[in-house]
């Protein structure tokens, strides 16, 4: 099983950046479809963003489209969420997920992280 590690997330007010980077130990990365999600307080967990072991399939919810960019390193085993233009309602903890592919496939994630605390000011 992988294990991932968020980090990045902080404080930043709106129309500001962060990247989060998501690190996976225990198994090579390449072979798992790595996802982004969000959980904003009393709010059901949502999909944001996905890539494929290659990097060559991306996937995006619309609400971030045109201001996320997901992209991967395999060589350093990491996963990384450059997030731009934010708005106060991206405020949530952001957890990534492995999972074996397609994406679209009816089975959950392998593995999921800790998670990283997004917070945007208005």
């Known amino acids: 099983q992988v294990q991932l590690v968020e980090s990045g997330g902080g404080l930043v007010q709106a129309g500001g950046s962060l990247r989060l980077s998501c690190a996976a130990s225990?198994?090579?990365?390449?072979?798992?479809?790595i996802g982004w999600f969000r959980q904003a307080p009393g709010k059901e967990r949502e999909f944001v963003a996905a890539?494929?072991?290659?990097?060559?399939?991306?996937y995006y919810a619309d609400f971030v489209k045109g201001r996320f960019t997901i992209s991967r390193d395999n060589a350093k085993n990491t996963v990384y969420l450059q997030m731009n233009s934010l708005k106060p309602e991206d405020t949530a903890v952001y957890y990534c997920a492995a999972k074996p592919g397609p994406w679209g496939a009816p089975r959950p994630p392998d593995s999921w992280g800790q998670g990283t605390q997004v917070t945007v000011s208005s």
């Open positions: 890539i494929s072991g290659s990097g060559g399939i991306k």
């Open positions: 225990g198994r090579t990365l390449s072979n798992y479809y």
